[in-house]
């Protein structure tokens, strides 16, 4: 063998082991959610697999994930039509629809019942794979069923969809089917990056995916977080599959798609209506919005026998859930100031009740908003509520208009000071610049201040607050410590022995940590999260206060806007004054001597986070836990090491219980992070 020839090899067999390993990190992230490696390990292995292919371009594999970044905008999407249509299904509303379901088929059939595969009916988009010899060759959207849009180039930037399927017994020819999504906080997080950069608020998770796989650039489509789940395969040619929808997806789980946890065969239509309620239960708590459940007869020799009519199968239907958007009136359109600054319009509708709730008050979120939307007083409006989002306005029924009510006009002055409104070039939020004088947003800042997840003060909420702030004997957080059961006695409805009572709860908010107090404090993009990690990091008041941007950029949690509020924080002399004049009235924290070593505590554990806690939001808490070390999963798996779960866990609590996974409550976890410094 030449030198030449052994190096080649040798080469190759290096890119084959990156591969293969780069491959089961990411079938263990993204669709076990069970991570075997850490962020920056696979990087470090993807920058040397990276440059083995550009010293070897003729090595590259089309399965590469270095082949996931965007190429160059196309012209225009070209046209595809699918060998088998992408039918839409009939819907049921209730369970005497699901019965009739069932009986129109077992008729059918003549057979009593039959067993169903439920799964959750997603909020997505609909996106067709086809796979040639386990090589992705095309991506297509649903379309009108018959013919889609060719959007491979897109689909491959998704970390979801594999670009290669590795198994022996694989048909020549396989197309999967399923809906892409994206998920709740993540959705979140995408709209106030969109708002930061003045660019467009998405109206909903579905609508913001299916305008990301419609992009002619796969670089804007690479930045979205979209996510490709599998729910059923369609043109299928040489090879064959199992003989039940419920196997197909544990096949198809196997060959690297995500697929829904949720998904039960269950027997009759009652079981059926049962699993409808259960995941109804779970909606509010889901990572992903869910419209509904499929249910499918399980067995293909029966849907084959069952047939289609029109443009919808037979043998399928979807049990769809009460709607979480609803037509009302706008009423007003009021311009609330926020502890930061901050106009956010808010609108006043007609009550009217949406997805279990009764909704008076929806977001408009800013002026970029409003003029999207040109919504007007007095304009039939649809709303809508997912979870535990903010409602808001997703649309003008402007049909419905009556006469040429006025534009809403955006104020110039702050509606609260008077003071002249700022909007910075980067951000779509106007601001009210008069933080220190401005009386809403004091008032604001009082009440975070003393909030349950600030200084937890017990008996000091909005209206004694109002009253305090009213009759002049509270400005700052640091006049708080100066009242006397005397000054509170003579406010309305406050006798002696609550007076005193407050005093006390007031002096023992003294004791407390540092990380409370800094999100006490009310910095800008500060949350709970980053108010622990600048803590843990420095340990000290000081060297926060004096940290320069370069060094807050140094922590985990911290990037250049969030260190630019913290740096500019304290570089204010009036907010300096108010820190050293809470730290005159005696508020301090314990100094630690043997500070924790915050990256080993939960080393190697995988977290799993469901329910509602009190103390902290979710979110809140992957942060905890990735900060002292661990990783975090959306689902429960055999993997998993430690479920957090608070009230309304719902089945990623069953699945811990029947997997044996240690499950712990909220007041262990606190300990945890108590214990940890954090």
């Known amino acids: ?59 590259i594999s089309p399965i590469s994930p270095t082949q996931r970044v965007g190429d160059k905008p196309l012209p225009e999407f070209v046209s595809v039509r699918h060998k088998l249509p992408m039918l839409s299904l009939d819907n049921a509303f209730s369970g005497e629809d699901l019965e009739a379901f069932e009986q129109r088929n077992t008729s059918k059939l003549n057979i009593p019942s039959l067993r169903f595969c439920c799964e959750p009916k997603l909020d997505g988009v609909a996106m067709s794979l086809l796979y040639e010899n ?49 998920p709740r906080a993540d959705f979140q997080r995408l709209n106030e990056r969109q708002a930061r950069h003045g660019e467009t608020i998405f109206q909903n998770p579905r609508n913001a995916a299916a305008g990301s796989l419609r992009q002619l650039d796969p670089r804007i ?93 037979r043998w399928a239907i979807a049990r769809k859930f009460p709607a979480q958007e609803e037509v009302t009136t706008l009423l007003a359109i009021d311009f609330q100031v926020g502890r930061t600054g901050a106009i956010t319009p808010v609108a006043r509708l007609k009550p009217v009740f949406v997805g279990g709730v009764t909704v008076s008050n929806a977001t408009l979120h800013n002026a970029d908003e409003i003029a999207r939307l040109d919504v007007r007083v007095g304009d039939q409006v649809i709303v809508r509520r997912a979870g535990d989002v903010i409602p808001q306005i997703v649309k003008v029924l402007v049909e419905r208009r009556s006469g040429d009510p006025t534009p809403v006009v955006y104020p110039t002055k702050c509606p609260d000071c008077s003071s002249s409104l700022i909007r910075d070039v980067e951000e779509a939020v106007t601001r009210c610049d008069n933080s220190m004088a401005c009386p809403a947003q004091q008032k604001a800042a009082l009440e975070h201040f003393v909030s349950r997840k600030a200084m937890d003060i017990d008996g000091v909420g909005e209206k004694l607050l109002g009253q305090l702030f009213d009759q002049g004997l509270v400005k700052t957080a640091a006049d708080l410590y100066l009242l006397t059961p005397q000054d509170l006695s003579a406010l309305d409805r406050m006798g002696q022995k609550s007076a005193t009572k407050v005093v006390r709860a007031i002096a023992a908010s003294r004791e407390t940590e540092l990380s409370r107090f800094l999100y006490a404090l009310g910095i800008r993009e500060v949350g709970e999260a980053t108010a622990r990690a600048l803590a843990a990091h420095f340990d000290s008041l000081d060297l926060i206060m004096t ?132």
């Open 1 to 59: 063998m030449s030198g030449l020839s052994a190096e080649l090899n040798s080469v190759e067999r290096e890119m084959a082991e990156l591969l293969d390993r780069l491959d089961r990190w990411s079938l263990a992230y993204h669709r076990d959610d069970s991570p075997l490696a850490s962020d920056a390990e696979y990087d470090s292995e993807l920058r040397r697999l990276a440059e083995l292919e550009r010293a070897n371009p003729e090595l």
């Open 134 to 182: 386990g090589i992705l060759v095309r991506a297509a959207t649903r379309g009108d069923g018959s013919v889609g849009e060719d959007i491979t180039h897109n689909a491959r930037t998704m970390a979801t969809v594999p670009l290669g399927l590795k198994r022996q017994d694989l048909p020549k020819v396989l197309e999967v089917r399923g809906e892409v999504v994206i």
């Open 221 to 313: 489509t690479a930045k979205r977080p979209l996510v490709f789940m599998a729910y059923s395969v369609g043109h299928v040619q040489g090879g064959t599959l199992p003989d039940t929808h419920s196997e197909v997806l544990t096949y198809l789980n196997e060959l690297g798609f995500k697929v829904s946890e949720l998904t039960r065969v269950v027997t009759g239509w009652r079981e059926a209506e049962n699993y409808v309620a259960s995941i109804l239960a779970q909606r509010d708590d889901g990572d992903v919005d869910i419209d509904g459940v499929v249910v499918k007869v399980d067995d293909f020799s029966q849907q084959n026998a069952l047939g289609y009519v029109a443009r919808a199968p």
């Open 547 to 678: 940290a320069s941007r370069e060094s807050l950029e140094e922590i985990n949690d911290v990037g250049p806007i969030v260190a630019g509020h913290i740096h500019h924080y304290f570089s204010s002399q009036a907010k300096r004054q108010i820190v050293v004049c809470l730290l005159s009235a005696g508020i301090s924290w314990p100094k630690k001597e043997n500070k924790p070593d915050l990256t080993k505590s939960l080393a190697d554990q995988t977290w799993v986070v469901s329910g509602k806690l009190e103390s902290m939001s979710r979110d809140e808490a992957g942060a905890a836990i990735r900060q002292l070390g661990g990783h975090t999963a959306g689902s429960v798996s055999k993997k998993t090491d430690v479920l957090l779960a608070g009230p309304g866990a719902g089945s990623k609590l069953s699945k811990a219980q029947s997997l044996g996974v240690t499950i712990i409550d909220e007041a262990a976890f606190s300990e945890i992070l108590r214990e940890a410094g954090l």
